[in-house]
């Protein structure tokens, strides 16, 4: 646990290594500390054998039982014994609101499984990450519905033109109730 500027980040097993390694060869530089701490959470890689089995729910819209919210809140917590946020690393005080949060949420295709969940504050991140979920779930089926190509019926059975003749939409389909 020594090292990280994250404290539930582990260095173990060369992971946090072989992340230094593939960004200290980037030609670019774009990526910071920080981002490669995330980016090494976002894999799920595991540091070593679970002494206890991961919690996989059996549907999306299980709830994570109160064992498993524990375990993520005791990931959350520091060398020093306080707990942290895993969205904006501050400090969480006992009695403030914090939960239990999928990385990638359920909407934008994430697992229901325990590597999937992390402890942030209520307020600030929780709210924020929401909002960006809902976001991104809104720009996948507007690309997605554009995609598959699906377009209203035209409304206008006939119109006039120019001239003032009545001139039939041959698209037009009349509903049959």
């Known amino acids: 646990m020594t090292g990280t500027p994250f404290p539930w980040v582990y260095e173990g097993a060369g992971v946090m290594r072989t992340a230094s390694a593939f960004f200290a060869n980037r030609a670019d530089k774009e990526f910071t500390k920080g981002m490669q701490y995330l980016l ?3 894999l799920n890689i595991q540091e070593g054998p679970r002494s206890v089995p991961e919690w ?3 549907t999306p819209d299980e709830d994570p039982p109160p064992r498993v919210k524990l375990r993520t809140r005791d990931k959350a917590r520091g060398a020093d014994g306080r707990l942290y946020c895993q969205g904006c690393t501050r400090p969480i005080s006992e009695g403030e609101p914090a939960d239990v949060d999928h990385i ?3 909407v934008n295709g994430g697992q229901n499984r325990e590597n999937n969940l992390r402890f942030i504050c209520f307020k600030p991140c929780h709210a924020a990450k ?3 979920d809902i976001k991104a779930k ?3 089926a507007r690309k997605r519905k554009k ?3 699906t377009k209203k ?3 206008f059975p006939r119109w006039r033109n120019f001239k003032g003749e009545l001139v039939r939409n041959p698209k037009f389909r009349k509903r049959r109730r």
């Open 56 to 58: 996989i729910g059996r």
């Open 104 to 106: 990638v949420a359920i």
């Open 130 to 132: 929401t909002k960006r």
């Open 147 to 149: 995609l598959l190509l």
């Open 40 to 42: 090494v959470a976002f």
């Open 153 to 155: 019926r035209s409304r």
């Open 138 to 140: 809104k720009v996948t």
